[in-house]
């Protein structure tokens, strides 16, 4: 087990001083046996950093929740400013979601997680192509214009 995502609620009262000793302590004993915590639902953008970054290890960069690839290069930078490990993840989306993510894959600390098209009935795909899967689990990107 290299990390965890999530273990924490979807919004925490970061006023209540208790709470935030005992999610500070649960990152203690994670981190004591080499698991990392990864904020994903609790994380949207950037200004969401400087209130986690005490209880987390990583983020969950999804672009569907930051606004979009410029926003998701800023929640990174900040991220990274804060030492936080990235990680790169996708909503339930078409391939053309899944492609724009696969751009800024290399800026993940520990890859990604890019199924979103998979749990798409691809009859409901509106756009072919994209990226494709090889050597367990890596990803070609498409050398075609655009997303799709």
Known sequence: LYMIEQPFPLTINFN????IEQWSKVKQLYESNNILI????????????????NLIHGVNIKLDKTGGIRAALEA?????????????????????????????????DIGGDLDGALLVD????????????????QLNLSNQFGLG
Do not use: R, T
Request: proline share 3%; with cysteine; charged share 20%.
């Open 76 to 108: 990174i930078d900040c991220a990274k400013e804060s030492n936080l490990k990235i990680w790169i993840g996708i909503m339930v989306s078409s391939i053309v979601s899944c492609n724009a993510a696969a751009a800024i894959l290399p800026f993940a």
């Open 122 to 137: 691809q009859a409901s795909q509106p756009f072919e192509g994209g990226f494709e899967w090889v050597n367990n689990g």
């Open 16 to 19: 209540d001083i208790e709470i």
């Open 38 to 53: 990864f904020a994903d639902e609790s994380f949207s953008n950037a200004k969401d950093v400087d209130k986690l970054k």
